[in-house]
């Protein structure tokens, strides 16, 4: 029973326009969201994150949104840029900030 | 400074083989956790500790075994290779109120 889901494997976006990332979750307890990417043959690499007391964080060209009645977030990356093709994967915590849950991750693929 | 050093980087075992993964940082933090990433299934916690001489099952913690006697060493042993241990492993580390884990670059493992 997945408590982190990535509906979509895989999004194809044009550079230079939006990426949106989708991550739903069920656990009603997790607290803290984050956001990894990863390429191949690589870790994953920390990107954003966002406490469950707000609804909003931005950090340059990406922007993590939480709706929480839905448990809901999704990752915006405005503008897109072919750099940015990687697995993109959703992790969430609660109460213990060291117990990370992670999506299956979505595979992002920006054309040139 | 070298971040979260895992090694090997690949290894390929016999059924009933047992091997120990390494992992070591040089950050001073206090979490460490192992993760498994499979297809489809994004990563999975193995083991986690939140300091030296204190470790936890995580999701999927069955055929492993960890210990943590320094801050900076958290070896994952597996004790009796199984075929549905292939998979690639990786090591995190984290401080304590850190947005998110540094993870090392990955262990590949094929289990024949």
């Known amino acids: 029973d997945q408590q982190v889901k990535q509906n979509s494997p895989s999004l194809s976006v044009q550079e230079g326009r939006i990426s949106i990332l989708n991550c739903d979750y069920t656990?009603?307890?997790?607290?803290?969201f984050l956001w990894y990417k990863k390429y191949p043959a690589e870790g994953p690499t920390f990107l954003i994150s966002i406490s469950s007391i707000k609804d909003k964080n931005e950090d340059g060209r990406f922007t993590v949104f939480l709706n929480k009645s839905a448990k809901h977030l999704s990752l915006h990356i405005v503008p897109s840029q072919p750099g940015d093709s990687a697995v993109y994967f959703c992790a969430a915590s609660g109460g213990y900030r060291n117990k990370l849950v992670f999506g299956a991750g979505t595979i992002l693929r920006v054309k040139s | 400074n070298a971040g979260v050093t895992q090694t090997p980087k690949f290894q390929v075992l016999k059924t009933g083989q047992s091997m120990t993964l390494q992992c070591a940082q040089d950050?001073?933090?206090?979490?460490m956790s192992w993760y498994r990433q499979d297809p489809g299934m994004g990563l999975r916690l193995i083991h986690y500790s939140v300091g030296a001489g204190i470790t936890d099952q995580g999701e999927v913690p069955n055929g492993y075994n960890v210990s943590r006697s320094t801050t900076e060493d958290f070896p994952l042993r597996l004790l009796s290779a199984a075929p549905s241990q292939t998979s690639v492993y990786f090591c995190?580390?984290?401080?304590?109120?850190?947005?998110?884990?540094?993870f090392g670059s990955g262990t590949r493992l094929t289990v024949v």
């Open positions: 995190a580390s984290s401080s304590v109120g850190a947005r998110g884990y540094t």
């Open positions: 656990n009603s307890m997790f607290d803290y």
């Open positions: 950050m001073n933090h206090e979490y």
